[in-house]
């Protein structure tokens, strides 16, 4: 005890000490001031901020007002109401970050159920917004857009690249479970998004289990039907050898000759773009690259979620310190060896495919 007492006098000595200035002037020695770390838009710098919530203050305050009547107010575990913008800095910290869900409540004290709750209804109202920041681009961004593609690797007509990524769930509790366990074994979502040239996600679908191959998504998808009866003539979408060759979306060749080679190594420089995003995506928001444990809906929601936020930060021009290029290793050799499983490759498909071989590889 007699140690404790004198260190609580030496810290009253401290307190009392006068120190003199540069010009003899007597004053008392400055306190620290410690930052409120319960309001991150004044404690953090603006940098802190990004790395935290993968958008800037700005982005988020226009989301706030954004969702704001879509979030109730649920109560932390103390009864305590928590506003809008505490809901939403906490669910989008849970998908940046990944972390536990009771690891964020300590952080922002409240509650692991009360964390739970925010993910749940901020994801959701986030989604809401998917018509508004998740969409194909019309007019200039159009021709912007296809200019910008074939300016990747001189690929014409582009118009985005289209694939599938897997998303790992907990084996979810409805009836035939099975259906979302993947090829490589684990349950997942299968999610199909079509992307720009600037990693912008154009087209999400995140409602499919994890053993449904990424051609039947596509061609059950209203995106399909649209691009069917509205899309130009010279326009399409490069997809992988997992989808047929059709006049709207060009796969590889089996190369016979120099410019077939040309035209295939165009093509995998060019829809790699969509194997970028999703790289960019998962390392934005780590929670989707690990095993996402909420419900199945609740999943479905944070992924498109997730997509809008991440399209905000494109908007913004807010980068993360690599762009998910070192995460993809490009084996052409490998991907010319996949071709010849490719079925239902249309007439129509195959002339447009050669035609472009001719007049530009």
Known sequence: MAAYEQLWDDLDLLDQLEELDAEGVVGRRRRRIVTDRMNPFTAMSDDEFMDRFRVRKTSMYDLIEEIRDHLPAPNDSRGCPVPPHLQTLIAIRCMATGDHQMTLGDCHDVSQTTVSQCLKVVSRAIASLSRHYIQPPSGNDLQRTIQDFHAIHGMPGVIGAIDCTHIAILRPSVENSEVFRCRKGFFSLNVQAVCGPDLRFHNVVARWPGSVHDSRIFYNSRLCADIETNLNPRYHLLGDADYALKRYLLTVSVPTNEHERAYNNSHTH????????????????????????????????????????????????????????????????????????????????????????????
């Open 270 to 361: 060019t829809r790699n773009t969509v194997e970028r995003a999703f790289g960019v995506l998962k390392r934005r928001f780590g929670y989707l690259g690990k095993k996402v444990r909420t419900n199945l809906d609740t999943t479905k929601a944070i992924i498109v979620a997730a997509m809008v936020l991440h399209n905000i930060a494109v908007q913004t021009r807010l980068v993360l310190p690599q762009d998910g290029r070192d995460m993809i290793n490009i084996d052409i050799n490998a991907l010319h060896n996949e071709v010849p499983i490719q079925r239902q490759a249309n007439v129509l498909g195959r002339l447009k495919r050669q035609q472009i071989i001719t007049d530009y590889f």
